[in-house]
């Protein structure tokens, strides 16, 4: 993998592409609040192909929810896990998946996603992911005296592992999910080992 700052890590222009395969899966990565899960869901609809969310998953294998996981087992624990899971899914052929935030940490996950898919980050501003984030309670890595610094601590120590991912797409605040998903489909657009299309 390539760092995420160059050309095809961009957004991608803004042309009229109507996608006809994805060919490769797509893996969502980057922080909590950053909309994987809903711009991914939105995308695989769009694209006629299965989506997976990476954490549900887990939760489905393990019979509880990830907080009660950590809470039990640790987070060593669950990241054995996850990247488990993970191999799973990438094996499956093209899809969109969604992963956890912390998913991309692992060297050995980035070795799965490059080797059979690619990865996409979706960047975002730390106030923003604040703002989503904020009022939820699901986030066991924000159960501290300063979640808000706990969260930017994490984007500070993270993002320069998500600017690994081959593809890059900034989430913008006032975005609708069918605006942000025309970006992420103009941006796979321009990598025709991910997505055939026809202009």
């Not at 990476?54 to 990241?79: H, L, M, P, Q, V």
Request: glycine fraction near 12%; charged fraction near 25%; proline fraction near 5%.
């Amino acid at each position: 993998m390539t760092g995420g700052t160059g050309s095809r890590s961009g957004v991608g222009q803004m042309r009229s592409v109507q996608p006809v395969r994805l060919l490769r899966p797509v893996v969502f990565v980057g922080m909590m609040g950053s909309g994987k899960t809903a711009i991914g869901r939105a995308l695989a609809s769009r694209l006629g192909c299965g989506f997976v969310d990476s954490d549900a998953a887990i939760e489905a294998a393990a019979g509880c929810t990830i907080a009660e996981i950590f809470e039990r087992d640790g987070e060593a624990f669950f990241r054995a896990r996850e990247s488990e899971v993970l191999s799973r899914l990438m094996a499956g052929g093209p899809r969109v998946i969604s992963t956890g935030g912390g998913a991309f940490m692992a060297e050995r996950n980035r070795a799965t996603i490059d080797a059979a898919g690619a990865a996409l980050w979706l960047k975002a501003d730390p106030a923003l992911l604040w703002e989503r984030v904020r009022h939820k309670s699901t986030r066991p890595l924000l159960r501290t005296p300063d979640p808000r610094g706990t969260l930017e601590r994490l984007c500070r120590e993270r993002d320069p592992v998500y600017a690994e991912a081959g593809l890059c797409l900034e989430a913008r605040p006032g975005d609708s999910i069918e605006r942000t998903t025309d970006r992420v489909i103009a941006l796979l657009a321009d990598r025709p080992d991910i997505l055939e299309t026809r202009t």
